[in-house]
C-alpha cells in the first residue's frame, strides 16, 4: 500500500509563492492521476489540480494560472507550485489518487496573510 506525505506549507503574505511536495513510501505511476486537493475551514474538500502519469493537467478554475502541478515517476513525488496566493488559497493541501475515497492524510498547511 502506497503511503503518501505532504510537505512544504507555511505561512506566507499575499502574493507570495510555496512549493508543495507528496512524497510516497511506493510507486505512483500506477496511479493514472494524481491530485492535489484542499479543505479550508467550514469548506468541502476540493481538487485543485490533477496530473496524469503521461504529464497531462487540470486546474481549477480558482487557481488556473497560478499553480503549477508536476511530477516526477522516478522519485515518486508529485509537487504543486503555487504563485500570486491569497488568503482565499488558505486551506489544509492535501495529495492523493484521482479519483478517491480512501485514507486521507494529515495534509500541510497553507496560511495566506494580507
Avoid: H
Avoid at 37 to 46: H, S
Avoid at 82 to 96: F, G
Amino acid at each position: 500500500q502506497v503511503q503518501l506525505v505532504e510537505s512544504g506549507g507555511g505561512l506566507v503574505q499575499a502574493g507570495g509563492s510555496l512549493r508543495l511536495s507528496c512524497a510516497a513510501s511506493g510507486t505512483i505511476f500506477k496511479f493514472n492521476y494524481m491530485g492535489w486537493y484542499r479543505q479550508a475551514p467550514g469548506k468541502q474538500r476540493e481538487l485543485v489540480a490533477r496530473i496524469t502519469s503521461g504529464g497531462s493537467t487540470d486546474y481549477a478554475d480558482s487557481v488556473k494560472g497560478r499553480f503549477t502541478i508536476s511530477r516526477d515517476n522516478a522519485k515518486n513525488t508529485v509537487y504543486l507550485q503555487m504563485n500570486s496566493l491569497t488568503p482565499q488559497d488558505t486551506a489544509v493541501y492535501y495529495c492523493n489518487p484521482w479519483p478517491w475515497g480512501g485514507y486521507w492524510g494529515q495534509g500541510t498547511q497553507v496560511t495566506v496573510s494580507t
